[in-house]
């Protein structure tokens, strides 16, 4: 039975698109400086539009970073109240030579819309607003549950705006649960809760030797080389194998219980598939002994994202660089205690630095992992939904990546938070001719028309 929610958005499907449409034509990249007149016109289109719809105290926030966007619907007395979250802000598109089609100017291919920020988070966003209108359409101006709309324009620089909001306006963001739409489908068809993700501690080290760039010929075999100091500190972090040696670092590492890897056993999943089409090496590394779902998904790990320092130009420059550095992350797994990691990485890097060499260590975000039960009504919600969208089966999952607003509504307004994303393995978020899947789009504003409703 199609609820008269579901029936509007069916019928609305087109001026959703185009809607969408338009907010993807606006760069709201937030990395970049010259982009704030962007973000700031991304945040007045979604808010003109949620006050359009009939969403109330609908304000845009301005913060040291980019703007919040708050509104709210609470009339729906003795009924549970959801915090719906999503983000406005995209990656840089660069490199452009790459895309097929202009980053900034939305197209349609085979069933897809290309466009940065098609699927992260911009097309997912316009699913939760999409969904309200749906809602308050066949409702008569009136919403099965209260709502409350917290959207953020920093996601994709470390939320910090976000994060301080949030314990400042505990009373104003109190909810029963969040429902967060920044996720994907395990594969096509196959209706998903990401239910894990892994925490992270990333940050920089940076080494000193001499006190300027020295010439290698005359001062080789006297200065101390920085670069060479860095090399010999991180070969140390980890084993050949992928064991990072950080004493102490798998202490507290909890396991994913025996049902969990089971329903991970039944996952469509090939090895060889995921080798060549989406990493696309000759082999798959990783610690011997896990599965590679186990290995991305449960397992802590440590990586090496980038070594700034000496000269790198073409050509020859025979440079003992006076400093360094090398940008460094851990992702951390559940009852892993960033805080305690990251005293231990410290005081290990420490213990491995060469003599002549100064080391400063700088943190550029940390957060701890997070599971969510699944035993609460708003999952079994959220699953039954699915079921009436998808007809099939819901799969729990977790992710490798980090959400950390996810890990702030559970710890900060102790809420469950419900991760039902719509989008494909595929679909190059981050990278570029990102897409989303157009069927997905509007899969995704049907299940959050169905899923508020059975709370309601």
Not at 216 to 226: D, F, I, K, Q
Not at 433 to 447: A, L, M, Q
Request: hydrophobic content about 40%; charged content about 25%; glycine content about 8%.
């Amino acid at each position: 039975m199609a609820s008269s929610a579901v029936d509007f958005a069916r019928s609305n499907q087109q001026r959703f698109l185009n809607e969408l449409k338009d907010l993807l034509r606006i760069p709201s990249v937030s990395t970049l400086e010259e982009h704030k007149p962007d973000i700031q016109k991304a945040a007045e289109y979604v808010s003109k539009e949620l006050r359009r719809i009939g969403m109330e105290n609908v304000e845009v926030i301005p913060t040291k970073g980019h703007p919040l966007i708050y509104a709210d619907w609470l009339h729906a007395a003795g009924k549970p109240t959801v915090l719906c979250y999503a983000h406005y802000d995209v990656q840089p598109a660069e490199p452009l030579d790459e895309w097929h089609t202009p980053p900034f100017e939305p197209t349609e291919r085979n069933n897809n819309i290309y466009a940065r920020g098609a699927v992260d988070d911009k097309g997912q966003l316009w699913m939760e607003v999409k969904a309200l209108e749906a809602l308050m359409q066949s409702g008569g101006g009136k919403l099965p549950i209260n709502v409350k709309v917290i959207f953020e324009g920093e996601e994709e620089v470390g939320g910090e705006a976000i994060a301080e909001y949030l314990r400042k306006q505990k009373a104003k963001l109190e909810a029963d649960f969040a429902l967060v739409c920044d996720t994907e489908l395990f594969a096509p068809d196959i209706p998903t809760l990401c239910v894990g993700l892994r925490g992270l501690v990333y940050t920089e080290i940076e080494a000193r030797g001499a006190k300027t760039d020295l010439h290698s010929g005359v001062y080789g075999g006297a200065a101390p080389n920085p670069l060479f100091a860095l090399v010999e500190i991180i070969s140390k972090l980890k084993d050949a194998k992928g064991k990072v040696l950080i004493p102490g670092f798998y202490k507290n590492v909890k396991a994913p219980s025996k049902d969990e890897l089971k329903a991970w056993k039944r996952l469509p999943f090939n090895e060889e598939h995921y080798r060549k089409t989406e990493v696309g090496s000759k082999v798959l590394t990783g610690e011997p002994g896990y599965s590679v779902l186990y290995r991305t998904w449960a397992r802590p790990t440590l990586e090496v994202h980038g070594m700034p320092g000496g000269f790198t130009a073409a050509g020859a420059k025979t440079v003992i660089p006076a400093k360094a550095s090398a940008k460094v992350s851990m992702r951390l797994v559940p009852n892993q205690d960033a805080d305690d990691i990251l005293k231990r990485y410290t005081a290990f890097v420490k213990k491995l630095t060469p003599k002549g060499i100064d080391l400063k260590i700088t943190v550029q975000s940390k957060g701890p992992a997070c599971v969510v039960g699944t035993d609460n009504r708003y999952i079994k919600a959220a699953t039954e939904a699915l079921h009436d969208t998808f007809k099939k089966e819901t799969v729990f999952i977790r992710s490798g990546g980090s959400i950390p607003i996810v890990t702030d509504f559970q710890d900060v307004l102790k809420i469950p938070s419900v991760m039902m994303g719509f989008g494909l393995p595929d679909d190059n978020l981050h990278a570029p001719n990102e897409k989303f899947h157009i069927p997905n789009f509007y899969r995704g504003i049907e299940t959050i028309c169905r899923f508020f409703e059975k709370l309601g």
